[in-house]
């Protein structure tokens, strides 16, 4: 879609230096410490940007300790002190409930953050390994480089949470980074481009917003990783962007996440746990539960539960609960609106276009081919898919793109195995949505269509980091190299053999 | 339907079937790979003999030897691999399983090289196979005996459906390239590792990228230079130059270079004797097309050893060039051959500055006996891999990721490396039906008492003690239960 042109968005005073370029076609210019540094070059308005922090990455500031804990304790202090700005911004951008903004844009940010700052000096040493026969006396360790400068690419509906926790990452690796944050969720985008970068060193952090056309510019610099989260489709065009500079990527992207449920299970507090997946942020959640599989039998039982759940969460007219969201804009209200003519209407359905408000629904009897089951949801809608067991749910998995999560619920422990070994996701959770994510040990990532590259806790420090092997021999001990250098002989190779071959346990060798 | 998608297709079937997942399956056919690479030996020397000019002993070092020693490591730890990881819990998972579970991708994509050809192929293939993947193997079409014996004996060892190879040369790789694999391990130079990468995009689907650029060597004053010399001729002159982490270049302070120069002379003659054309263990350039292309990187140079050359054999002989300048084109691309161009530096200052301005290199190696410098020069510069006191060794112990950064490639591989590279790490939390007392405090309607309980559950305290840690579990288990009573 063409967005505009954006104009530039000025610092105010006192925030330091501006550090964001103007994304008209004719000269950028950026101002740099005093001296103005203009690209003249037509389609690139961000080089200045990008050169600057470069420059800055190359002067060696970001890679002490001190200087990271001190950048990332800054964040700290961004969570808490704009804490009612973030509440406000999501609220507007997508009826956020702030009880949902709080938990994922500062609880979860948080969290990583504590985690991050508890263990980055643990993280950032050098890896020690086991050594052959032939290193035995030297040194050999796995030292984590940062990569350089980075770039960030967030999506709206986590729009604080999914540019903070990568940043979090890459600060923490001892990168510089270009944040771009959502143009769709404008309210916080504004609030990231004017209140963030009055925390961190805008010699080495720089917000760009911009809309499609600027984007691709800014993809047109090298960086020297990538990190994008969004669709499939945006992530193809990243990648390709990427391969032009050979720049390394991590794609967090989705597809229809389904959701099985069994015929023994404890109905209600399934129907808890899918609706509170499904109808979190109104279903703008790309590990929300798209679709539930289950019998015919169950999707009797679960209707009234999924009822009762819905009025227990939002009430019996949820549009006038402060805990449910909205649809983040117009051209996504229209899309999700759509797909409402699948199966029939068991519950919910209603509309409001003004508002953006998309009831909590639940369709019933969805075939394959009805539009629901054609694209990710993405909005407040659960369709349920009638199967005739556990089998034919598996074969429905397995014969659609890999999706970000696979959600199994079942009092049978092997049931919920039985699904777990048999598909492929990026994710999985057994008899609950969503919390997987929440744990910061565990990697969050795709598979295939859903990503890949994954991230949370020690795996951002870890995908922002360049793991170099290191061996640090010894001068002396020239003998040990001999059998190694020509001429060759019988005799050498055997003392090669016996050196650097790992014999398997158990097998006797004879020499 | 193409040849390529019909074995592609082939494969994808084959690994839907799911046999090669259990590890007793994936075990067995690395014995069987192993069992060839035994069985197989001579042919496999004779093939990289006739495609490099290289002799057994050579051959069996480079290629044989690595090979057998992954193959050992990975049979070794595979169960252990490919066992459940479980992780740390936090407060509210504290009763659940949770676990990173390694699977495999599905079906792999191995490019591999022509200077190395058999262990390029095979070193990833074992990973693969190892991840319980299918694989398919594209060996590289210009050391073409070597591709021809591995599309002949792989067959014979391995299930066919599941490890097929491919043979041909670029238009066959471009069409293989339309293909969707879920993994492409790539090992070639940077120009081609981008086309790999953007046919890969259009697929999401993730590449290992082992690419090159020029590793520089820099050698302090302070250090024993004849060992230096020793150990840096070595790595550069084996395989004719064609090795991707062959010192490329030299930098060092020009009070030196002679000394560098007669040391390196002296261990060559060493090595070869004194006709080094006539000296079995010395390899020959791959083709004309590489062969003219090192000639003239040789133009306008200073020539301080060697420099014969012979067309029709394709060989060049072990060469030396003296104050080269930075500019030159032998500074531009990289090497790949037996030329060792010296670069004068006043200090280690100017040899950090001089390597931070290129691209990042795929391997940097510095001979000091100053420890502390070594590890300055490793702290103040980028590379794929690092070796200090010496050249190549670095990719010999399988414990160190191999693999680039930047241009040099992206991702890595060898021993454990290999195996993660190849599988997907896939979270997995199994919590309980019941104890939905706890989950209350995340439903809707909200209120400030439910944020306060998600605030305790959730939120990781700054420097928790282990003390604390257990406090905290036990004042979990309370709050659950106060919080059931509270909301049911």
Request: some cysteine.
């Amino acid at each position: 879609m063409h967005q505009p042109l954006q104009l530039p968005v000025q610092q105010p005073p006192g925030c330091g230096m501006s550090n964001l370029l103007s994304s008209s076609a004719s000269a950028a210019c950026a101002i740099l410490k005093g001296s103005v540094v203009c690209s003249t070059v037509r389609g690139n308005p961000y080089a200045g940007l990008v050169s600057h922090l470069r420059a800055a990455w190359l002067s060696g500031k970001t890679r002490p300790l001190e200087y990271r804990v001190a950048q990332l304790e800054a964040l700290g202090r961004f969570l808490e002190e704009k804490k009612q700005d973030i509440l406000e911004a999501t609220a507007l951008d997508m009826g956020k409930p702030s009880f949902e903004a709080y938990f994922t844009e500062i609880l979860l940010c948080k969290n990583e953050l504590n985690d991050t700052l508890n263990n980055l000096s643990h993280w950032m040493k050098d890896e020690h390994v086991d050594k052959n026969l032939v290193t035995q006396l030297d040194s050999a360790f796995i030292r984590k480089d940062p990569y350089g400068v980075v770039l960030i690419i967030a999506p709206w509906n986590y729009p604080i949470h999914l540019f903070l926790v990568p940043l979090i990452g890459a600060i923490a690796a001892g990168n510089c980074v270009v944040i771009k944050p959502s143009e769709i969720s404008k309210n916080t985008e504004k609030l990231v481009a004017e209140m963030l970068t009055c925390y961190l060193d805008s010699d080495c952090f720089a917000v760009v917003t911009a809309g499609v056309e600027e984007t691709t510019r800014l993809l047109e610099n090298k960086f020297d990783y990538i990190f994008f989260t969004g669709s499939p489709s945006v992530g193809r065009i990243i990648m390709t962007a990427a391969a032009k500079h050979l720049t390394p990527v991590t794609l967090e992207l989705g597809g229809k996440n389904p959701c099985y449920v069994s015929d023994t299970c404890d109905v209600q507090n399934v129907a808890r746990r899918v609706a509170w997946g499904r109808f979190f942020n109104a279903g703008q959640t790309c590990i929300a539960p798209d679709y539930v599989l289950c019998s015919v039998e169950m999707q009797e039982k679960l209707m009234p539960a999924l009822r009762e759940a819905i009025t227990e969460y939002f009430g019996s007219n949820p549009r006038e609960s402060p805990d449910f969201a909205r649809i983040v804009g117009d051209k996504q209200f229209k899309r999700v609106r759509a797909l409402l003519s699948s199966g029939r209407v068991a519950i919910g359905g209603q509309t409001d276009e003004k508002e953006r408000y998309i009831a909590p629904t639940v369709l019933a009897d969805v075939q394959p081919s009805d539009p629901a089951m054609q694209e990710e949801i993405f909005g407040p809608i659960l369709p349920i898919v009638v199967v005739a067991n556990m089998d034919e749910a598996i074969d429905f998995i397995n014969a659609r793109p890999r999706p970000l999560a696979i959600y199994a619920f079942s009092c049978d422990s092997k049931v919920v195995n039985q699904v777990l070994e048999r598909t492929s996701s990026g994710g999985f959770c057994g008899n609950d949505t969503l919390m997987h994510v929440t744990l910061t040990s565990l990697p969050f990532g795709g598979i295939g269509n859903s990503g890949l590259g994954k991230y949370h806790g020690k795996f951002t420090f870890d995908t922002f980091s360049h793991h170099r092997g290191c061996l640090h021999r010894n001068m002396g001990l020239e003998a040990i190299n001999s059998p190694r250098y020509p001429p060759y002989t019988q005799q050498k190779l055997g003392l090669m053999t016996a050196a650097f071959e790992i014999k398997r346990k158990g097998m006797c060798t004879l020499l | 339907m193409g040849r390529m998608a019909e074995v592609v297709g082939r494969a994808r079937a084959a690994f839907s079937s799911g046999r090669s997942r259990p590890l007793e399956f994936r075990l067995q056919q690395l014995r069987n790979l192993q069992r060839m690479v035994q069985e197989k030996e001579r042919e496999i020397l004779a093939a990289i003999g006739a495609d490099l000019h290289k002799c057994g002993h050579n051959a069996y070092s480079h290629e044989i030897m690595g090979v057998l020693g992954e193959l050992a490591l990975t049979m070794e730890k595979l169960p252990s691999w490919a066992a459940p990881r479980p992780v740390k819990k936090n407060l509210l998972t504290l009763r659940d399983e949770a676990y990173i579970n390694p699977e495999p991708l599905g079906v792999v994509l191995v490019i591999g090289a022509w200077n190395y050809p058999f262990v390029l192929v095979m070193q990833p293939l074992i990973g693969a196979i190892a991840a319980g993947n299918a694989v398919v193997v594209k060996p590289s079409e210009i050391s073409e005996h070597t591709s021809q014996l591995i599309a002949n004996i792989l067959p014979q060892y391995l299930d066919q459906e599941l490890y097929p190879v491919v043979t041909g040369g670029v238009p066959e790789t471009t069409e293989l390239l339309t293909q969707r694999f879920d993994h492409i391990l790539y090992t070639g130079n940077s120009a081609v590792g981008k086309i790999v990468m953007a046919a890969a995009a259009k697929h999401l689907t993730p590449v290992t990228l082992e690419l090159g650029g020029k590793s520089p060597c820099y050698i302090d004053t302070d250090c024993d230079l004849a060992v230096a010399c020793r150990r840096i001729t070595w790595g550069k002159y084996m395989n004719c130059g064609q090795t991707c982490i062959a010192p490329d270049y030299i930098l060092c302070h020009p009070s030196i270079q002679s000394q560098v120069v007669e040391n390196i002379k002296a261990t060559l003659r060493e090595f070869y004797g004194e006709d080094v054309k006539k000296c079995p263990d010395y390899e020959r350039i791959i083709n004309k097309r590489h062969f003219k292309r090192i000639m003239s990187l040789l133009e306008g140079q200073k020539i301080a050893h060697g420099g014969e050359t012979d067309e029709a054999t394709c060989f060049i002989a072990p060469t030396i060039l003296t104050d080269v300048s930075a500019e030159s084109k032998v500074m531009e691309e990289e090497i790949f051959g037996p030329v060792l161009p010296i670069v004068s530096v006043k200090n280690v200052d100017e040899a950090i500055e001089f390597i931070n301005r290129r691209e990042k290199p795929l391997a940097l190696y510095v001979f000091s006996n100053d420890k502390k410098l070594i590890k300055r020069v490793i702290s103040e510069t980028s590379s794929g891999g690092v070796t200090g006191n010496d050249v190549i060794m670095h990719f010999f112990l399988a414990t160190l990721p191999f693999g680039g950064v930047g241009n040099s490639g992206m991702g890595a591989y060898h021993g454990k490396h290999s195996f993660d590279t190849f599988s997907h790490h896939r979270s997995c939390l199994i919590k309980d039906l019941k104890m939905e007392g706890t989950n209350m405090v995340r439903y809707p309607p909200s209120s400030q008492k439910k944020l306060d309980w998600a605030k305790f559950f959730i939120l990781k305290r700054l420097n928790k003690g282990r003390v604390g840690l257990i406090m905290l579990a036990l004042l979990g288990v309370v709050a659950a239960v106060v919080i059931k009573m509270a909301f049911y």
